[in-house]
């Protein structure tokens, strides 16, 4: 688990305060949230500027209102993204990525990226496994 300290020269410096390895630890709660698919695709299209509830299910094929409502929930408790509410006729709420979720896309941009580039290589893999699996 990672906590911000202020440095002399007003920087922020991250010092590491958990053990992922441990039962215990929180910080395999956070993982859980960050390697949720629901949590990274709805993180990066944020990552585009603010969004309605139903511009987000239709951006996002496949999510169900029920998971996109949890997700979304579940990632505003982490600091993930904002929520606002506009008073009209009916209710407006949208979401916005926090400065903590622009972090954690950074970081996501490049896993999305290896799996976009390696799905050939991952598929021929998966081939041949099959292939000798079948055959045995």
Known sequence: MQEGTQTSSG?????R???VYAAACPTRQLLDRIADKWTVLLLTTL?????????????VEGVSQKM???????????????????ATVPVTVSYAITPLGETLVEALQSIIDWAEIRMPAVDAARDAYDARD???
Do not use: I, Y
């Open 11 to 15: 920087h922020l410096a991250e010092t």
């Open 17 to 19: 305060a958990g053990d």
């Open 47 to 59: 990552d585009g500027g603010p969004m309605r509830f139903n511009a987000l299910k239709r951006h």
């Open 134 to 136: 079948t055959a045995a």
């Open 68 to 86: 996109l409502s949890q997700t979304l929930k579940q990632m505003e408790r982490d600091g993930l993204v904002s929520r606002a509410v506009e």
